[in-house]
């Protein structure tokens, strides 16, 4: 297939499905009826194709689906009617677009259906839906009573072998060898650019969060007679917690001091006088 790339092939592997269905195929029938009314009936009919691929991988996600359609023409929906409602054991239908010659998993997000470069290949395989009826035989009591179970089928239309199973092509992204590459890998482009700028956000904020409350203590010219009147209060405190008696005048001393301190920070115009170099001071 040209839709694969050189590099990919040590990461590309053929993929061969059943012909039949695992299951059998259980429906009322009158709920066959009003199917077999509604393709008759000339409406919107389209079919999908669901798959899903499971990976053995430490990153990414490990179970990768996707899906296909085909709409069914007015023909087809008549061929399709018929096989239903006929008593047939092997009927088929040929149905276009349905599976994919080359399907990619990503390492995160759905499966991707890779299309050729070439506008007259459509990247689809020819395919045949089958529809068969087996006649299985019980014995209930004394008698032998005849069921039928219904499967369906996919069939390749193009095979020569007497087999005709489904062969495509699967790409699947190579798994990450170290822990924060697969972390990287498992949040994709977009958990990476979130996570990036939120990091850097916080930190951004980490740097200026409160920064006006800081600005009074740490963008001072010179803080010298400040830091004075604090030690003064400090001693002053010092000096009262000697006293036996807790009324004397350092108390008062304290308080004093600590009003002035808060006066000179009440004030823009008195904080610029006590915390000028004494350069600007003495021009001033």
Same mark, same amino acid.
């Given at each position: 297939?040209?839709t694969?790339?050189?590099?990919?092939?040590?990461s590309? $592997?053929?993929i061969?499905?059943?012909?039949?269905?695992?299951?059998?195929?259980?429906?009322?029938?009158a709920?066959?009826?009003?199917?077999?009314?509604?393709?008759?009936?000339?409406?919107?009919t389209?079919?999908f194709?669901?798959?899903r691929?499971?990976?053995?991988?430490?990153?990414?996600t490990?179970?990768?689906?996707?899906?296909?359609?085909?709409?069914?023409n007015?023909?087809?929906?008549?061929?399709?009617?018929?096989?239903? $409602?006929t008593?047939n054991k092997?009927?088929m239908?040929?149905?276009?677009?349905?599976?994919? $010659?080359v399907?990619?998993l990503?390492?995160v997000?759905?499966?991707?259906?890779?299309?050729?470069?070439?506008?007259a290949?459509?990247?689809?395989l020819p395919?045949?839906?089958?529809?068969?009826r $087996?006649?299985?035989?019980e014995?209930?009591?004394?008698e032998?009573?005849s069921?039928?179970a219904?499967y369906?089928?996919?069939v390749?239309?193009?095979s020569?072998?007497k087999?005709k199973?489904i062969?495509?092509?699967?790409?699947?992204?190579?798994?990450?060898?170290?822990q924060?590459?697969?972390?990287?890998?498992?949040?994709?482009l977009?958990?990476l650019?979130?996570?990036i700028?939120?990091t850097?956000?916080?930190l951004?904020?980490?740097l200026v969060e409160?920064?006006?409350?800081?600005?009074?203590?740490?963008?001072?010219?010179?803080?010298?007679?400040?830091?004075?009147?604090?030690n003064?209060?400090?001693?002053?405190?010092?000096i009262?917690?000697?006293y036996?008696?807790?009324?004397q005048e350092?108390?008062v001393l304290?308080?004093?001091?600590y009003?002035y301190?808060?006066?000179i920070y009440r004030?823009?115009e008195?904080?610029?006088?006590?915390?000028?170099?004494?350069?600007?001071s003495?021009?001033s």
């Amino acid at each position: 297939y040209n839709t694969i790339q050189y590099e990919e092939l040590h990461s590309t $592997q053929c993929i061969t499905l059943d012909i039949a269905s695992a299951v059998t195929w259980t429906i009322t029938e009158a709920s066959k009826h009003n199917l077999i009314a509604w393709l008759k009936d000339d409406n919107y009919t389209e079919i999908f194709f669901s798959y899903r691929f499971f990976r053995n991988v430490t990153a990414g996600t490990r179970i990768v689906g996707g899906n296909s359609s085909a709409i069914l023409n007015t023909s087809e929906k008549f061929e399709l009617a018929s096989i239903v $409602q006929t008593k047939n054991k092997y009927n088929m239908i040929n149905i276009k677009n349905i599976i994919p $010659q080359v399907i990619r998993l990503p390492l995160v997000g759905l499966a991707k259906i890779l299309y050729p470069s070439s506008a007259a290949i459509t990247g689809f395989l020819p395919i045949l839906l089958t529809y068969s009826r $087996q006649v299985i035989d019980e014995i209930v009591g004394n008698e032998v009573v005849s069921n039928y179970a219904s499967y369906w089928g996919l069939v390749a239309d193009n095979s020569t072998s007497k087999e005709k199973k489904i062969n495509f092509c699967l790409i699947s992204a190579e798994a990450p060898s170290s822990q924060i590459t697969a972390g990287i890998a498992s949040a994709g482009l977009i958990g990476l650019y979130v996570g990036i700028v939120l990091t850097i956000g916080k930190l951004v904020r980490l740097l200026v969060e409160d920064l006006k409350s800081k600005i009074i203590y740490e963008d001072l010219d010179d803080c010298d007679a400040l830091l004075i009147l604090c030690n003064e209060i400090y001693k002053a405190r010092r000096i009262y917690s000697a006293y036996e008696d807790k009324k004397q005048e350092p108390l008062v001393l304290e308080h004093k001091l600590y009003r002035y301190l808060i006066e000179i920070y009440r004030s823009p115009e008195k904080i610029i006088e006590f915390t000028s170099t004494k350069k600007e001071s003495n021009a001033s």
